[in-house]
């Protein structure tokens, strides 16, 4: 198993040098760059003359080698990320990237993990639920709700609760993981609860889509299972039905579900930020899209990258989960 870690991580750093030359380039094709943003609004709002901005807009962009090739600040970028940890500077929040990153992340992974969470209790409960009562007004209503899940895009479903919220039950201040009375205020249950106030909405869209399919691929899976020979010897051996399906049945048929988690961690990280830019949440979607109208190009490629990362790491967390839940897969790696 060791091994085979070490592997995998040792053949993630090609593809995320790729990913890393792939993404700059990306988000340097549009032409401008911040120092662009900087003569708009000297003139817009400075009411500076264009002569006047176009000055300072130059000098900005020689002081931070905005004026150099891409492929200058490309590697710029990428020698201070490994040589020195340094992300690079954000110019639009006047920070280092790595602060912009160590303050949101966190949160963005968080309410991806809790998302996660409740998205394969679900899912996998209601999957059961509709198998073991095919064809049932049950196994119809979930599966209503399932195709709800993975038809309706969730910037949609977004849309239509900050509607609701604010038009129709008058909350102004969903932008915020608290209300303005907590926020330097410590820990306590009441900070808790009002945060839980706060973030339900972009819990429940974000964890929607992923129980739907959760609860597909468990349902197909586990009728597929229980029409398995040996279950069918279970049963003859006067083994009780809830005994077969939970002891036999289900751990084989969450075995696909068990690799899908390869790519539900970065499933789960773009359905939080397609839903906290609607909300207006401090987490990396605004922060992305925010970087990106203005042309602050180390935090987008930052975050880019983390998210690729994210997805490289999901899928040895879901190889290890299958090569310790099924014996077979161990074998098969020994020899």
Not at 80 to 92: I, L, N, P, R
Not at 111 to 129: D, K, M, N, Q, R
Not at 301 to 306: C, D, E, G, I, R
Request: aromatic residues 12%.
């Amino acid at each position: 198993m060791l091994r085979f870690l070490v592997t995998r991580l040792l053949s993630a750093i090609p593809v995320l040098l790729i990913l890393s030359i792939v993404t700059f380039a990306i988000i340097q094709a549009p032409p401008g760059n911040y120092s662009d943003y900087i003569r708009s609004q000297l003139i817009n709002l400075g009411g500076a003359s264009y002569e006047q901005a176009d000055a300072q807009a130059k000098a900005y962009a020689a002081e931070h080698g905005l004026d150099k090739p891409m492929i200058v600040q490309y590697f710029n970028w990428i020698g201070a990320m490994v040589t020195k940890g340094d992300f690079g500077y954000s110019m639009y929040y006047n920070r280092p990237v790595g602060e912009i990153v160590a303050e949101r992340l966190p949160r963005t992974l968080l309410l991806a993990l809790v998302c996660h969470i409740f998205a394969s209790v679900l899912g996998i409960t209601f999957g059961v639920l509709a198998a073991t009562r095919q064809y049932s007004w049950v196994d119809t209503l979930l599966s209503g709700v399932a195709f709800l899940g993975m038809t309706v895009p969730r910037f949609l479903m977004a849309l239509i609760m900050v509607y609701l919220l604010v038009f129709q039950f008058n909350m102004s201040d969903i932008g915020n993981f608290y209300s303005s009375r907590y926020g330097g205020a410590p820990w306590s249950w009441d900070k808790f609860v009002d945060l839980v106030k706060h973030v339900w909405p972009v819990v429940a869209i974000a964890t929607f889509g992923g129980l739907a399919y959760n609860m597909r691929v468990m349902r197909g899976n586990l009728l597929d299972t229980l029409n398995a020979q040996y279950i069918e010897t279970a049963r003859a051996k006067g083994l009780r039905e809830g005994a077969v399906i939970m002891r036999h049945a289900v751990p084989n048929a969450l075995h696909p579900l068990i690799m899908y988690q390869g790519v539900v961690l970065p499933y789960m990280l773009t359905g939080e930020i397609e839903v906290a830019i609607i909300f207006a949440l401090p987490t990396v979607g605004p922060a992305i899209v925010g970087s990106m109208h203005v042309g602050d190009v180390y935090v987008t490629a930052t975050f880019m990258l983390v998210l690729a990362a994210t997805l490289i790491i999901g899928n040895i967390i879901a190889d290890m989960l299958l090569a310790a839940l099924d014996p077979r897969v161990r074998l098969g790696g020994a020899h």
